[in-house]
T-cell receptor, first 118, second 113 residues
Framework: EAGVTQFPSHSVIEKGQTVTLRCDPISGHDNLYWYRRVMGKEIKFLLHFVKESKQDESGMPNNRFLAERTGGTYSTLKVQPAELEDSGVYFC????????????????FGPGTRLTVL | DQQVKQNSPSLSVQEGRISILNCDYTNSMFDYFLWYKKYPAEGPTFLISISSIKDKNEDGRFTVFLNKSAKHLSLHIVPSQPGDSAVYFCAASALGAGNQFYFGTGTSLTVIP
């Protein structure tokens, strides 16, 4: 099966511009996650979709970030306007629907989008 | 307020020897722990996991040990191979946290041939 794909692989923009990142999860995966890694730091959770609904967006840094998952398939993450501190690698991950209340499903990660804000 | 910590940014090991990567956590609610491996320009890939009801899980050359009282886990790779050279991330999760994973900063492992 095809893995998680992300587009673009790299994006270089100027402060104040808008950028939209796209993630295509593995087909059939209800759960979709966005994470970000700022250079040398931990991979940090941003938000979690279950199908088209936002389950948890507690990690979103501020209201300049907007994530959508229309139709419960692919997701976009828009940063508007971008600031210097938004630079980093944005990872998307997906996992199957959790069938039982006390189990975990492995998250499959995409290759990431490296965002550089100048 | 980093809840998962990997205090060693890098580790070098001779091929054939054991690699030991360490991870500490602060949240006692964590009940599931994972190790992910990451090559340059690729996303993290799942390596091995352990539930809090166990203290050891083994998969081939990889073994994860969990010490709940110390809030510490470690990944042992025996024997180490050059292809194991990568960045290893420790992650943890808690039921009720929506499957959100908390990651450490990673340890870059270099296996010297």
């Amino acid at each position: 099966e095809a893995g998680v794909t992300q587009f673009p692989s790299h994006s270089v923009i100027e402060k104040g511009q808008t950028v939209t990142l796209r993630c295509d999860p593995i087909s059939g995966h209800d759960n979709l996650y966005w994470y970000r890694r700022v250079m040398g730091k931990e991979i940090k959770f941003l938000l979690h979709f279950v199908k088209e609904s936002k389950q948890d967006e507690s990690g979103m840094p501020n209201n300049r970030f907007l994530a959508e998952r229309t139709g419960g398939t692919y997701s976009t993450l828009k940063v508007q306007p971008a600031e210097l501190e938004d630079s980093g690698v944005y990872f998307c991950a997906s996992s199957r629907r959790v069938l039982a209340g006390n189990s975990y499903n492995e998250q499959f990660f995409g290759p990431g989008t490296r965002l550089t804000v100048l | 307020d980093q809840q998962v910590k990997q205090n060693s940014p890098s580790l070098s090991v001779q091929e054939g020897r054991i690699s030991i990567l360490n991870c500490d956590y602060t949240n006692s609610m964590f009940d599931y722990f994972l190790w992910y491996k990451k090559y340059p320009a690729e996303g993290p890939t799942f390596l091995i996991s352990i539930s809090s009801i166990k203290d050891k899980n083994e998969d081939g050359r990889f073994t994860v040990f969990l010490n709940k009282s110390a809030k510490h886990l470690s990944l042992h790779i025996v024997p180490s191979q050059p292809g194991d050279s990568a960045v290893y991330f420790c992650a943890a999760s808690a039921l009720g946290a929506g499957n959100q994973f908390y990651f450490g900063t990673g340890t870059s492992l270099t296996v010297i041939p």
